[in-house]
């Protein structure tokens, strides 16, 4: 992007310049800041603590994201209708001398505002609010024509056109008309008609000569023979078969079949029966008509006769041969071509009448010509369109701008256009809360912004609605931040709902707490052992009473047996395994060399051994220590939004300080005064003190002894030490 003489002024936030849009004329510059040096490059159009209808307008391409060149485009088209100065106090009215009729975009603006309050009654207002923008449309949203050239059943005064309306919207599919009710447009309208035409040169070539071999009574007949046509075929193919061997006439079950179908009371019409011959298949045997047809096909053979065999070969045959089916079927041959050529078009689902009645070009023009004249009043309805839009960018513009181009009001007032509420939790309220789709994943992503995350079910209880959002925390401690506790979400509206936690991403809060970890870490280990350890012991004691529960029952047989039995010697007594002493004894004893090392290293130290103490704790303490400062100083919310559907451009870091801003504890309100009596307050024991007199002064006698061994004698400390 070409360089511009332009000073553009920036401020620091987030460790990132941002632009500062507090200069008014940056606006008019706006296109020449380099793309590189925004804070977003997309976002989408929903989900947003701004009104959706502005954003809807932004997006030119109508795809649900906003991107550069279309805030540059609403930029240059709100600097076309109003001054620099006028878009940074907008609100929901709109005063037409701020409106400039210097350009032709402003001129138009100007003149569809006085159209539209002219329509209002109110032809001499110097100003016109949202609400009267949104009343002209609603009203004009329920007239019969509205400009979006959608056109409903209920558009046209004649009933005709009104009925073929109808008739395309319930075979095509309707669209919504602005008025919000089911209609149809221009390209609805013609795939229709041509689907008529279509379907009524069909019809039309039904009644050609040889087709309707029966006149009106040919569809009925040909349903009737294709009700059986497979199935008299089957027999007729098996009469040939058994001229040339007898045995190949068989019934298709065998005779232990025929026994059990027997025995299981079949019905007449069950498919078992209906998978035999029609008849009973003979050489050279004509097919009966009205005798010996098997049951499950006798009321089709019946339909057959009357309306196909009767009209085609008389009435009163008994018997059909082979060569008397080759004619009925030949007869009905032009109609089944026909039938197979029908084309497979929604709209055959019409009767034919009603479909022949379409064809004509009547019809078909009347619905065009509504359509047109509807979509005549585009140009109207965008001319009130535009005075919305004015409004609305006059309102919003500056406010998109701080969301997108830089974040000035995340880093400033907190309330970015992304922040959907607050979520009060274990004593805090984090205010950095986002909208959250597919929890999996979102926080497949999120994770990577290096913040402890957590994700929680809302449910507001008056309407049974739910949410899910995720909410970073950023200060305080997490012992206590557990899956299923409970707290309260208030979003931007006021609404409350109740949010319980479902998932959490575990990230350091600050330094402080990660350098107790290692500790809450160790202490958690030792209480899952011993808990592990009373379980085991207690399972094992519950096996052991069971176990001589069950053994009471028997105890008398059992002594009576042994009684009887012959008494054996004593065992001898169980010695200890000398390898197994020597065993205890060795690592008794490198346990008590490593105590007894690590002790001498202190008392060693001397007067230096409180920076013993001190190396030793950060020895333990420091490597969470410096894994949480790594990551709290890479802490962003660019992953955050990304997962959002964002496209953020910088690193946006949330630092301590921000941090705390974001997540607040609690604390006393200023001029409170604290009662310090508790009537429940742990009673304070001298034990504790004794243990650490008793610890200090063991380590001051070893260290008085160390430096007394380095003065007495050898013989003398032999013997002081033995």
Known sequence: MASSPFAFRFFRAGGVDQIDLTDTAVLAHLEALDLKLWMALACPTKGLEIDARTLDLIDADHDGRIRPPEVLAAVAWALEVFAVDDLFHGDDTLPLGKVSTATETGRAVHASARRVLADLGRPHADAIRLEDVASVDKIFAQTAFNGDGIVTADASPDEAVRQAVADTIAVMGPLTDRSGKPGIDRAKADAFFDQVATYAAWLAAGDAEGVRALGAETGAAFDALSAVRAKIDDYFVRVKLASFDPTLAAAAASPEELQALAAAQLAPDDERIARWPVARVRPEAPLPLRDGINPAWSARIRAFVALVVDPVLGPGRSTLTMDDWTAVVARFAPHAAWIGARPDLPVGALAPDRVRALAGAGPRDAVVALIAQDAALEAEYRQIESVEKAIRL???????????????????????????????????????????????????????????????????????????????????????????????????????????????????????????????????????????????????????????????????EKKAEVEKKPEKAAPPPKTFDVGTIAALGVAVGGIAAFFSSVLATFLGLGMWMPLGVVA?????????????????SQRNIGPLLDANGWAVNAFARVNAPFGHALTQLAELPPGAKRLLDDPFATKRTPWRRYVLLLMVVGLGAAWALGKLDAFLPAHVRSTVFL
């Open 394 to 556: 006059r309102r919003d513009l500056l406010r998109v701008l701080r969301n997108f181009i830089s974040f000035a009001d995340f880093y400033g007032k907190r309330d970015a256009v992304f922040q959907t509420g607050t979520l009060y939790i274990d004593g805090r309220s984090c205010d950095l809360c986002l909208p959250v789709h597919d929890v999996a994943k979102h926080a497949a992503l999120a994770g990577h912004a290096n913040a402890y995350l957590l994700y929680c079910e809302c449910v507001r209880l008056k309407d049974a609605e739910k949410r899910t959002i995720v909410a970073a925390v950023t200060a305080g401690g997490t012992d206590n931040l557990l899956v299923g506790r409970n707290g309260v979400f208030f979003d931007r509206k006021g609404d409350n709902w109740d949010a319980t936690v479902t998932r959490t991403v575990e990230n350091p809060t600050s330094v402080h707490e990660a350098f107790w970890s290692p500790y809450k870490r160790f202490l958690r280990l030792i209480q899952e052992q011993i808990a592990k350890r009373a379980a085991s012991a207690d399972e094992a004691s519950n096996k052991a009473l069971e176990e001589n529960a069950k053994s009471v029952a028997t105890a008398d």
């Open 616 to 632: 030793l704790v950060f020895a333990i303490s420091g490597p969470s220590m410096l894994i949480a400062w790594l990551k709290l």
